[in-house]
């Protein structure tokens, strides 16, 4: 009957032992699904991020998060393909002209800050694409992928289509 405490006891000690997996610093983007509807998208990202600090609060928009492009933490290239090539459509939010700050593709992911002792985050985000495609004679599109934590670690990117616009 001892041994069988003495296993239990080992086991018990063993099982409380056991490492968490650690994960890095930096957000790491690790699937993603593109939902495409009559009228919109839906785009599923699934995420890591080891110290638990990707995420912006509502008030993020002074200090590191002054920069223009530092109030988004979500960055979607737009890419055509346009003559056999894949082209960057580049949408500056910053530039000072009409449209300033309306960036169709980069999104302020809200901080769901972790709790307890393990501050690792492992979610998924969903995003409602009002607006998924420009206008253009260009009818396939792709988008490139980031996201970036409150340090300004940046994840791995994520190559997301070709897709075809309706007609």
């Given amino acids: 009957m001892k041994s069988i405490y003495a296993i239990l006891f080992a086991l018990l000690v063993s099982v409380g032992c056991l490492k968490r997996e650690v994960l890095p610093d930096e957000p790491k983007l690790v699937s993603q699904r593109f939902e495409i509807y009559q009228d919109s998208a839906l785009l599923y990202l699934n995420f890591t991020d080891g110290d638990g600090n990707f995420g912006l609060e509502e008030g993020d928009s002074t200090g590191i998060f002054a920069e223009c492009l530092r109030k988004y933490n979500l960055y979607a290239e737009y ?13 500056d939010p910053c530039d000072g002209g009409p449209g300033d700050g309306d960036m169709p593709f980069y999104y302020r992911i809200p901080w769901a800050k972790p709790t307890g002792q393990n501050q690792t985050q492992d979610g998924e985000i969903k995003i409602k694409m009002d ?18 934590d409150r340090s300004m670690n940046e994840s791995n990117v994520l190559e997301i289509g070709p897709y075809v616009k309706p007609q």
């Fill in 79 to 91: 890419y055509e393909m346009q003559d056999g090539e894949w082209t960057y459509i580049e949408i």
């Fill in 131 to 148: 607006a998924w495609y420009l206008p253009s004679d260009y009818d396939t599109i792709k988008f490139v992928i980031k996201i970036v």
